[in-house]
């Protein structure tokens, strides 16, 4: 199944929603860093890493975690091994 940034960039925001429920989810910058700016530390950080692994399905190696320093580039990252997917 193939998804679009938009879906991808809700799914994340979900999941970021899950971890810090008292930030505005639509207010976050998309080049901002996400643990400066959501106020998360490195397990929420993992949990967000692993959320999105069970719930996209993709591998997320540990040399990949500084592509999801920012939502953009989360958004990119994951467009980009969803597409590797494709038959």
């Known amino acids: 199944m193939t998804r679009s940034k938009t879906e ?3 799914v994340l925001l979900e999941e970021l929603g899950n971890i810090a429920p008292d930030i505005d ?8 860093d996400l643990r400066e700016a959501l106020d998360i ?12 692994h069970h719930r996209l399905g993709i591998d997320i190696p540990e040399i990949d975690y500084p592509k ?3 939502l953009a580039g989360a958004v990119a990252y994951i467009d980009g091994k969803l597409k590797l997917r494709q038959p």
């Open 8 to 10: 991808i960039r809700a």
């Open 25 to 32: 989810m639509q207010a976050v910058d998309p080049g901002a």
């Open 41 to 52: 530390d490195s397990m929420d950080f993992l949990n967000l890493v692993t959320a999105i």
């Open 68 to 70: 999801f320093a920012t």
